[in-house]
């Protein structure tokens, strides 16, 4: 077996009932003592505050819970990194071995954070507040008199597009609202973020140009401006949170390049990114990209789902991504 890993960690929209239960249940007694200590460390931790216990709402939904924002975030989190924990168990490699063997880790969106805790800049406990808060702050933010303004938030997926062309739909329908390039996935996959109003608009100007899109089944218009509340409350929260420099290279969605740029890493640049990740694009493709072209190592992907494979097909056929959700 290799020992060069690259890691990659899904974001929110990979959550699905049942996620995590192959680990739970899994054949190796103990990769499935690893993967359950994780979820029991949730469960303990965030009680009932999402209505019932964390690993429940993963095993048994129901789905239009799971699907929420401040729910999905702290259970795809989880299920990620009981994933992790159960494979290294499973390889019979330990937590402190793996850190010689991750050459980076990246993660869409939320995904950055467990990218960041298996990387050791904070723990596991730390990082589950951090995503709870964040799902809590993220749903409070797009219900806010400022993303009700325009119709409420909204966020609207370009199929086809170039990110040129992405920006051009920006500029021509945005108007006095609120509406910017959000996601960069992966070439002619780019999504908006902003009033629905907006979104709507750019849905026509779009066809205008010949190219489809969809809107997105979202709770509001992610990293956006209208996340702002959201930012600001979550830079509180991570002004008080324990952070140390990542022990393996982590890529940040806002800049698509190492934390440190190569250099020792400070805190605040964590810090800094991660708040500003709510309201900034999401370079995942210029991100993978960087990766291919300067790591090297067996490439991963964390449970729940397979989306990040999906996307690299588009992104660079010649990384192979092996599942690790079964």
Not at 180 to 206: F, T, W
Request: aromatic share 6%.
């Amino acid at each position: 077996m290799t020992t060069s890993w690259i890691i990659l960690c899904p974001g929110q929209g990979a959550q699905a009932v049942g996620m995590g239960k192959n680990w739970f249940d899994y054949a190796n007694p103990a990769a499935q003592t690893a993967a359950r200590e994780v979820f029991a460390s949730a469960d303990k931790q965030l009680g009932s505050r999402l209505g019932v216990t964390l690993s429940e709402l993963c095993f048994n939904g129901p789905a239009e819970r799971l699907n929420q924002t401040d729910a999905s975030q702290p259970a795809i989190y989880t299920v990620s990194m009981a994933c992790w924990a159960g494979w290294l168990a499973s390889q019979n490699v330990t937590q402190s071995d793996a850190v010689a063997s991750v050459k980076a880790a990246l993660g869409l969106s939320l995904g950055e954070y467990t990218a960041l805790a298996l990387a050791g800049a904070f723990s596991f406990e730390d990082g589950l507040e951090l995503v709870t808060l964040r799902g809590r702050a993220m749903q409070d933010a797009a219900d806010s008199p400022a993303a009700r303004a325009g119709g409420g938030g909204g966020m609207l997926a370009l199929i086809g597009a170039t990110d040129e062309q992405a920006a051009e739909i920006c500029d021509k329908a945005r108007e006095k609202d609120v509406l910017v390039c959000a996601n960069y996935n992966a070439p002619g996959q780019v999504v908006l973020s902003g009033h629905k109003v907006a979104c709507e608009r750019a849905a026509k100007v779009a066809e205008t140009m010949s190219l489809r899109s969809s809107m997105l089944q979202v709770a509001g218009a992610f990293h956006s401006p209208l996340m702002a509340p959201a930012a600001e409350q979550l830079g509180t929260a991570l002004a008080k949170t324990p952070i140390k420099p990542p022990r393996s290279t982590v890529i940040a969605n806002v800049t698509a390049r190492p934390y440190g740029n190569g250099t020792s890493v400070n805190e605040s640049e964590i810090r800094q990114r991660l708040a500003e990740q709510l309201t900034s694009s999401v370079r995942w493709s210029q991100s993978c990209q960087w990766m291919a072209g300067n790591v090297q190592g067996e490439v991963y992907e964390l449970s729940p789902g397979k989306t990040l494979m999906g996307l690299m097909r588009r992104i660079d056929k010649a990384v192979k991504v092996n599942g690790l959700d079964g």
